[in-house]
C-alpha cells in the first residue's frame, strides 16, 4: 500500500515538475555554513528535469573542495568516486552520466547532495523510487541536502517507511530549508 501510495506521488509530482521553468540555479549553497568547513561534497549529474547541478557542481570544484559523484554498484548500491569535473571520466549507464575511477570510502564526505522529487516540512524526501540513496544515505555520517524546485517543499504527508532516512535540509533555488534533527 505504501509503495503504491508513493507510485502514485512521483507520477504527480514528476507532472508538475515537467511544467517548470527548468533554468535555475543551486549554487548558492556553496555559501553556507555548512559548505565553509566541509572538505569532501558528495553530488550527483542530473539528467531531465531534476535540478540541474551543472554549476553548482563546477563551483563546489571552483570552491577548491573534493567532489564525489555516485555510480550505482550492481546491487544498486552507490559507490562514491572522485571527480575532477572533466567529461572524458563520465559514463553512461541509461540515462545517468556516472564517474569513472576508484571508490572512495563514504565516511570521507562532509555533505551529500541528494536528487529530491519533493520534501516534506519534517525533512522526508520523495525520490526516484529505487532506494539506493536511502541504503547509502543510511550508512553516511555526511550532512544531507536535497535539491527541488520552489513550491516542492510541502505540508501535505506522504508515506515514509522505516528505510527512509531523512535529510537535514533542502535548498530551493532561493533558500535553504534547515530541519530540526
Do not use: C
Request: avoid cysteine; glycine fraction near 8%.
Amino acid at each position: 500500500m505504501t509503495s503504491a501510495k508513493k507510485q502514485e506521488l512521483r507520477k504527480r509530482f514528476r507532472a508538475e515538475r515537467s511544467l517548470r521553468d527548468l533554468a535555475e540555479s543551486w549554487t548558492h549553497i556553496v555559501k553556507s555554513n555548512e559548505f565553509a568547513g566541509a572538505t569532501t561534497i558528495a553530488s550527483y549529474i542530473s539528467y531531465g528535469e531534476e535540478p540541474q547541478t551543472k554549476d553548482l557542481n563546477e563551483a563546489i570544484l571552483k570552491s577548491g573542495k573534493r567532489l564525489l559523484l555516485p555510480k550505482m554498484a550492481k546491487d544498486k548500491s552507490l559507490q562514491w568516486i572522485s571527480w575532477s569535473g572533466d567529461s572524458s571520466k563520465l559514463s553512461k549507464s541509461g540515462k545517468i552520466l556516472e564517474p569513472i575511477g576508484e571508490e572512495i570510502s563514504g565516511d570521507q564526505i562532509d555533505i551529500v547532495i541528494v536528487p529530491t522529487l519533493h520534501a516534506t516540512r519534517e525533512g522526508h524526501r520523495l525520490g526516484q523510487g529505487g532506494g539506493s540513496y536511502d541504503r547509502s544515505l543510511a550508512n553516511l555520517a555526511a550532512w544531507r541536502i536535497g535539491l527541488i524546485y520552489s513550491g516542492e517543499l510541502t505540508v501535505e504527508p506522504f508515506p515514509v517507511e522505516a528505510h527512509d532516512v531523512k535529510l537535514n535540509a533542502i535548498a530551493t533555488p532561493d533558500l535553504i530549508v534547515r530541519f530540526a534533527d
